[in-house]
């Protein structure tokens, strides 16, 4: 009788036996294809708590009844981050786990807000974009718009438009990059303003005054935030696996050894509330509205530390009092006359100072007059 754990049978086994696949791979995808994803989970206070306390978010209005209260919520609801973390992990699994990496979202928006614990989630992706990539033949780029429902009501809680690698089953001949990578060569090099302002606080007020300073002058409203988180096995496998996000890219030592990073990397929405929860951390937070032009531009792996560098782009105060007594409002209405509207990109970077996530961020920050 044959052995099959004898190693050379076991390996002539392996080599015999064909591989029940998960993921799909980049031909699998179509313009126009909707993708209802199977798996759902019900967002918890644990899966919240779990995920805003290693990425460094102490917002306490997501913590404590009071705070919450206070801001307008019934209880600690949950947060804008695990909601978009868990409305795409849900998406790997058709998606993204053959081992595509993250490129970039846009368009990251919560017009059913506040959610609350106890929640069950239902997403589906629509295809909107297939594209072939000139610089690496073995990968195509894909494109979806992706929406998380309250599983009972059907109302939209989390949508955006994410942008991926995904590995080919074939790979296709392409011009290399290099006409792209020509270009640069050309580059004059940085053109920065002269001097950078720092806001003297965290309040909307601080904000809109550090810009009318830099208005003045050739100066950006820019700074560094001091807290650093460096990533371990709970950031890089247990966050991504909590929300579902099956891609091998965080999990599978083996798999990720040959592949472009080389090893496991850290789920893009780790990296990215890490650097938000550093930038909340020297803000008086009131709201998210939403998140734009989002990228990521190189790995992030264990034993990376991930640092946070904010500028502020843009403040709106929607409610303000006229001449004659009045309030003006405008399309970035704040939802509370205690909140003002500011428009921040965000870097995060390494222990080695390279950028490794980007994206700009619409957010509602409380007013200190009030
Ligand atoms: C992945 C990289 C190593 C690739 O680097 P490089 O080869 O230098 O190319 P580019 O970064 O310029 O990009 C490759 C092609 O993709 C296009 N691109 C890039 N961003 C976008 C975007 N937002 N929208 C559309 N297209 C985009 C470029 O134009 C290039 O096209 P082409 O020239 O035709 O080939 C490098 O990008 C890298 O290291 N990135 C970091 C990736 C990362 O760490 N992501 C987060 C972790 S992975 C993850 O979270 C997975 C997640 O769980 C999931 O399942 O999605």
Request: proline letters at 5%; a negative charge; charged letters at 30%.
């Given at each position: 009788?044959?052995?099959?754990?004898?190693?050379?049978?076991?390996?002539?086994?392996?080599?015999?036996?064909?591989?029940?696949?998960?993921?799909?791979?980049?031909?699998?995808?179509?313009?126009?294809?909707?993708?209802?994803?199977?798996?759902g989970?019900?967002l918890?206070?644990?899966?919240?708590?779990?995920w805003?306390?290693?990425?460094?978010?102490?917002?306490?209005?997501?913590?404590?009844?009071?705070?919450?209260?206070?801001?307008?919520?019934?209880?600690p609801?949950?947060?804008?981050?695990?909601l978009?973390?868990?409305?795409?992990?849900?998406?790997?699994?058709d998606?993204?786990?053959?081992?595509?990496?993250?490129?970039?979202r846009?368009?990251?928006?919560?017009?059913?807000?506040?959610?609350?614990?106890?929640?069950?989630?239902?997403?589906?992706?629509?295809v909107?974009?297939?594209?072939?990539?000139?610089?690496?033949?073995?990968?195509?780029?894909?494109?979806?718009?992706?929406?998380?429902?309250?599983?009972?009501?059907?109302?939209?809680?989390?949508?955006?438009?994410r942008?991926?690698?995904?590995?080919?089953?074939?790979?296709?001949?392409?011009?290399?990059?290099?006409?792209?990578?020509?270009?640069?060569?050309?580059?004059?090099?940085?053109?920065?303003?002269?001097?950078?302002?720092?806001?003297?606080?965290?309040?909307f007020?601080?904000?809109?005054?550090?810009?009318?300073?830099?208005?003045?002058?050739?100066?950006?409203?820019?700074y560094?935030?001091?807290?650093?988180?460096?990533?371990?096995?709970?950031?890089?496998?247990?966050?991504?696996?909590?929300?579902?996000?099956?891609?091998?890219?965080?999990?599978?030592?083996?798999?990720?050894?040959?592949?472009?990073?080389?090893?496991?990397?850290?789920?893009?929405?780790v990296?990215?509330?890490t650097?938000?929860?550093?930038?909340?951390?020297?803000?008086?937070?009131?709201?998210?509205?939403?998140?734009?032009?989002?990228?990521?531009?190189?790995?992030?792996?264990?034993?990376?530390?991930?640092?946070?560098?904010?500028?502020?782009?843009?403040?709106?105060?929607?409610?303000?009092?006229?001449?004659?007594?009045?309030?003006?409002?405008s399309?970035?209405?704040?939802?509370?006359?205690?909140?003002?509207?500011?428009?921040?990109?965000?870097?995060?970077?390494?222990?080695?100072?390279?950028?490794?996530?980007?994206?700009?961020?619409?957010?509602?920050?409380?007013?200190?007059?009030n």
């Amino acid at each position: 009788m044959t052995d099959w754990t004898d190693p050379d049978t076991f390996a002539q086994a392996l080599e015999q036996a064909e591989t029940r696949e998960k993921g799909n791979c980049f031909e699998d995808f179509e313009e126009g294809d909707v993708i209802e994803h199977g798996p759902g989970l019900t967002l918890t206070r644990w899966g919240n708590e779990s995920w805003m306390s290693q990425t460094l978010n102490h917002d306490p209005a997501y913590w404590r009844s009071d705070a919450a209260e206070d801001r307008g919520f019934d209880e600690p609801p949950i947060h804008p981050d695990y909601l978009t973390a868990a409305t795409l992990g849900i998406t790997v699994e058709d998606l993204s786990e053959k081992g595509g990496y993250f490129l970039g979202r846009t368009d990251v928006r919560f017009p059913g807000t506040p959610v609350y614990a106890g929640t069950e989630l239902h997403v589906e992706s629509e295809v909107v974009n297939t594209a072939t990539s000139s610089s690496r033949p073995e990968y195509g780029i894909v494109s979806w718009r992706t929406r998380g429902r309250d599983a009972e009501t059907g109302e939209v809680l989390c949508s955006y438009e994410r942008t991926n690698m995904i590995p080919r089953r074939e790979p296709v001949a392409t011009d290399g990059g290099g006409a792209a990578a020509a270009e640069e060569d050309g580059d004059d090099g940085p053109d920065l303003p002269e001097e950078f302002v720092t806001p003297e606080g965290g309040y909307f007020e601080d904000f809109a005054a550090a810009l009318d300073e830099a208005e003045e002058r050739d100066a950006a409203v820019a700074y560094r935030h001091e807290r650093g988180r460096t990533q371990d096995d709970v950031t890089v496998a247990s966050l991504p696996l909590a929300t579902l996000n099956t891609a091998k890219q965080h999990h599978n030592v083996d798999v990720m050894s040959d592949s472009p990073s080389g090893d496991i990397v850290t789920y893009g929405d780790v990296t990215r509330s890490t650097a938000l929860g550093h930038a909340r951390s020297d803000e008086r937070t009131w709201r998210e509205v939403g998140f734009d032009d989002e990228g990521f531009h190189t790995f992030v792996a264990a034993g990376d530390t991930v640092y946070a560098f904010t500028r502020v782009l843009e403040t709106e105060d929607s409610v303000e009092e006229t001449s004659t007594g009045s309030r003006t409002s405008s399309e970035n209405d704040a939802s509370s006359d205690e909140a003002g509207t500011v428009t921040f990109e965000h870097i995060a970077f390494n222990q080695n100072d390279e950028p490794v996530y980007s994206g700009t961020r619409t957010a509602e920050i409380r007013k200190r007059s009030n």
